[in-house]
């Protein structure tokens, strides 16, 4: 679906880890840098190139709302579909790198291992869904479950229906990232986050270089 030098960069993580943050500071340098028009960003659920996506968002998040972990595969994978025509195969072929916050690894962990659907389910679901569009690189965002809470709870008024205060969920969130991590080593890159914005985005910057995007 992509031309021989565009990327596609994943960037994964757990709650409060930074990788929001990390994403607007590059967004900044770029703009700066008089380079933003050679990338695309774009986060999941939703889409900057669709308001349907944008909608299933909103389902999925809404705290009112209630759904089995199949019924939530289900709709991140079609968000997932209308992301990838809408904005990033169309960057791709544009030669435009792009960077998405969240793809098909959150669906792995959330819903395949934690939510019991099956990693196996799961990883059909979105290889057919997405046509086994594959991210050059996954980079993911590791933080000890502790920080996570504490960051969670002291930056944010409120939590969505997909986030919670609960440390030992996020010693099983991040349980399930390093499983899948492990069992496809080379298209993943982990970055402690346990530090200060600055060394993080330092971190961040130094594996774009590493993979030819800067």
Same mark, same amino acid.
């Given at each position: 679906?992509? +031309? $021989?030098?565009?990327? *596609?960069? &994943? ?29 695309? *960003?774009?986060? %999941?659920?939703?889409?900057? #190139? ?7 968002? !909103?389902?999925?998040? %809404?705290?009112?709302?209630? *759904? ?7 709709? *991140? ?17 544009? +030669? ?11 669906? #792995? &962990?959330? $819903?395949?291992?934690?939510?019991? &659907?099956?990693?196996? +389910? &799961? ?9 086994? =569009? ?6 993911? #965002?590791?933080? %000890?479950? !502790? ?10 008024? #409120? @939590?969505?229906?997909?986030? =919670?205060?609960?440390?030992?969920? /996020? ?12 069992? +496809? @080593? ?14 993080? /985005? ?7 270089? %590493?993979?030819?995007?800067?």
């Amino acid at each position: 679906m992509s +031309n $021989q030098d565009a990327k *596609f960069i &994943v960037i994964e993580g757990m709650d409060g880890s930074g990788k929001t943050t990390i994403l607007k500071k590059f967004r900044d340098e770029l703009n700066c840098k008089n380079m933003i028009d050679n990338f695309v *960003f774009t986060r %999941e659920p939703g889409s900057a #190139f669709s308001k349907e996506a944008e909608k299933i968002r !909103e389902l999925i998040l %809404e705290n009112e709302n209630s *759904f089995s972990p199949m019924v939530d595969a289900l709709l *991140f994978a079609t968000s997932r579909r209308i992301n990838l025509e809408k904005g990033i195969w169309p960057a791709l072929e544009n +030669n435009k790198h792009v960077i998405s916050d969240r793809y098909w690894t959150s669906s #792995f &962990v959330y $819903q395949g291992i934690l939510g019991g &659907v099956g990693l196996g +389910n &799961v990883k059909t679901l979105n290889e057919i869904a997405t046509n086994n =569009t594959k991210p050059d690189l996954i980079i993911f #965002f590791d933080l %000890e479950p !502790e920080i996570s809470v504490e960051r969670i709870t002291k930056n944010r008024d #409120f @939590t969505d229906r997909l986030e =919670t205060s609960d440390v030992n969920y /996020y010693k099983k969130l991040r349980a399930a990232y390093k499983q899948i991590i492990s069992e +496809n @080593t080379n298209d993943y890159r982990i970055i402690d986050a346990n530090c200060s914005i600055d060394e993080l /985005y330092k971190k961040f910057i130094t594996i774009l270089k %590493e993979v030819c995007i800067l």
